[in-house]
Structures are given as C-alpha cells and as structure tokens.
Nanobody
C-alpha cells in the first residue's frame, strides 16, 4: 500500500500564491506518474497537472502558465506551485499516484489518492 499526504493548502487573496506538497510513503515506488486533481462541491474531480518520474509534465489549460508541478524523486514527493491564483481555483486539491504509463488527465489511471487539502482564493 501507498499513502499520500498533502499539505500547503489555505486561504489566499486573488493574485497570490500557494505551494502544495504531497509525500508518498509505503511501498517503494521507482517509476510513477503523480498528479493533482481538484474538486468543488457538485462538480466532478478535474485534472490540474501531472508529472512522471522521468520528468515529463502535463497541465490543464486553465492553469497553464500559472501552476508548476515538480517532483523530488529521492523522496517521492510532488509539489504544485500555484501563482496568480483566481477565485475559480478554489477547490479541494488531491494528490494522486499511478504507474509511469498512466494517462495523466484520466482519474481512473491513478491507483492512489490522498485525503485532499483545501485551497480557497478570495476575490
């Protein structure tokens, strides 16, 4: 089993920045895809960004140029730097972990998900 623990959420004004972190522990993982999804009440969980252990990344159009995903392979951690935040970025953000061949934007590609961290952006 793998456990994912997110941190770094909070309340920020529009235009501000936050950095989310996710630590993976448990079963050793050497190659992977780690991603971030977000969800607001009444809506489906949506893809935000993902990164493979080899370094390739993918982003939702809504966050391109504002968010940056990165990883620390040694610790199997993933980070999401969020800049120029907008009220519509308000959501619970979830960290996910899948195989190195996972389709980045597809929720079902990921085998593990964290408990989520709340991000609230005020206008």
């Amino acid at each position: 089993q793998v456990q994912l623990v997110e941190s770094g959420g909070g309340l920020v004004q529009a235009g501000g920045s936050l950095r989310l972190s996710c630590a993976a522990s448990g079963r050793a993982v050497s190659t992977y895809t780690m991603g971030w999804f977000r969800q607001t009440p009444g809506k489906e969980r949506e893809f935000v960004a993902a990164i493979r252990s080899g370094g390739s990344t993918g982003y939702a159009d809504s966050v391109k140029g504002r968010f940056t995903i990165s990883t620390d392979n040694a610790k199997v951690m993933v980070y999401l730097q969020m800049n120029s935040l907008k009220p519509e970025d308000t959501a619970v953000y979830y960290c996910t972990l899948g195989s190195s061949s996972a389709i980045m934007s597809r929720r079902s590609s990921y085998s593990y998900r964290g408990q989520g961290t709340q991000v609230t952006v005020s206008a």
